[in-house]
């Protein structure tokens, strides 16, 4: 399976955007990317997905490179309520309906 | 919206117990998935399961089986709970296809004593 590469943590203030950068230099052209986010004594939640043109949604955008071996998911402006850990997952279309989780990025909101 | 009911938060067992974590899906999705997770160790899949009786073993599935006899229930059985097996189980549905996200419960937290 497709292999994703996040930092371990990020900081960011309050109100002001942050940019979550996610690398998957070995996607194949039949790969997703999803986004999900797991807050603090809950289970993950599904946040954004998209193949191979920006995507923006109620919770956040998400900008993946043209030549799809990076994405960065933008949360616009962020909230205490956002500090949680961001995963970044690849999912076949022709495969099997397995995801993998990483380790994905812990998000720190400073007030 | 979509939900995905876990029957407990919260549960402890003792060592050799047999235990049931049972998940129910209410949105007639084909794909259900026990995942487990641990601190430094992130979400490792047990067992997944696309139609009723129908299951697949997932990365770690040695000491779990499953159960799938209707299509929104998914129940994930310790036959024999051990110390190790300690931790917080997480549930999930969808639909399938590449675009389909899955849905969570918010969890079981399973202590074996």
């Known amino acids: 399976d497709a292999k994703t590469t996040q930092p371990n943590s990020m900081e960011s203030n309050e109100e002001e955007p942050v940019h979550l950068p996610c690398n998957h230099s070995t996607i194949s052209g039949t790969d997703y990317i999803h986004w999900y986010r797991q807050l603090p004594s809950q289970g993950p939640e599904y946040v954004i997905h998209?193949?191979?043109s920006n995507v923006n949604n109620r919770m956040a955008s998400l900008a993946i490179a043209e030549d799809r071996k990076s994405s960065t998911l933008i949360l616009h402006r962020a909230t205490l309520r956002d500090a949680a850990v961001y995963y970044c997952i690849l999912k076949s279309m022709n495969r099997d309906d397995k995801i993998i989780f990483g380790k994905g990025t812990r998000l720190h909101i400073l007030p | 919206d979509v939900k995905v009911t876990q029957s407990s938060r919260y549960l402890v067992k003792r060592t050799g117990e047999k235990v049931f974590l049972e998940c129910v899906q209410d949105?007639?999705?084909?794909?259900m998935f026990w995942y487990r997770q641990d601190p430094g160790l992130g979400l490792r899949l047990i067992y997944f399961?696309?139609?009723?009786?129908?299951?697949e073993k997932g990365d770690i599935p040695e000491g779990y089986s499953v159960s799938r006899e209707k299509k929104e229930r998914f129940s994930l059985i310790l036959e024999s709970a051990s110390t190790n097996q300690t931790s917080m189980y997480l549930c999930a549905s969808s639909q399938t296809g590449g675009r389909q996200p899955q849905h969570f419960g918010d969890g079981t937290r399973l202590s074996i004593l």
């Open positions: 399961s696309y139609d009723v009786k129908m299951k």
């Open positions: 949105m007639d999705h084909e794909n």
């Open positions: 998209g193949l191979t």
